[in-house]
């Protein structure tokens, strides 16, 4: 799973580390994931690159079976979590679909800063973090997926992701091998 190389303008791309989310039960613990990604977070800020700070806030309008089954959620589900170390000059987007691009002018706001490579990390492995590297592999950015720093509530569909479907849309890493190769530059 190596890295090839960190572009000269990259941009982390946390996905659904919220409040709500957390909660749920994953296929791996939650404090380590997280604790990944604010690592991840404090290093893109050091170096002055884009922190992107995605939660869902909704769903798309189509009916799915297992919405009837779903709680409604809390007043804060869908707050970022503290660790995460929000700054002022990190993009917040809130989303409504699996995917972060899916409008909300994500896609403008990296091209804005001359982005060309995004390193994603979150939850669920299956469906947020892989549809948002989707989406940013049809979109022509280099996609690094950090698979220490994300997890899914179903451990196939995590294992599938990382064995299937991320080889065919970016690198697969650490994050020992972002950072490391942060001290490199």
């Known amino acids: 799973m190596p890295l090839s190389r960190l572009d000269a303008h990259p941009a982390l791309l946390l996905i659904d580390l919220q409040q709500g989310i957390v909660a749920l039960p994953t296929a791996h613990p939650t404090p380590g994931v ?3 990604a604010a690592e991840l977070a404090a290093a893109f800020r050091r170096r002055g690159w884009p922190v ?3 939660n869902v806030v909704g769903g798309a309008p189509g009916r799915t079976d297992p ?3 779903r709680p409604a959620p809390g007043a804060d589900w ?3 979590l503290p660790e995460l170390g929000a ?3 990190d993009i917040r987007i809130s989303k409504k679909t699996w995917g972060a691009f899916t409008g909300t002018g994500l896609e403008s706001a990296l091209r804005e800063r001359g982005v060309t490579q995004v390193v994603l990390a979150g939850i669920a492995t299956s469906i947020g973090v892989e549809s948002t590297a989707r989406q940013a592999h049809e979109l022509g950015f280099h996609v690094a997926l950090v698979v220490d720093a994300m997890t899914d509530l179903n451990e196939q569909a995590h294992a599938n992701s990382l064995a299937r479907i991320f080889p065919r849309l970016g690198e697969t890493c650490r994050t020992r091998d972002v950072l490391a190769l942060l001290e490199t530059l």
């Open 34 to 36: 997280v604790a990944h």
């Open 78 to 80: 869908a707050q970022l």
């Open 52 to 54: 992107v700070l995605v």
């Open 87 to 89: 700054q002022a000059q």
């Open 67 to 69: 919405q009837a089954a």
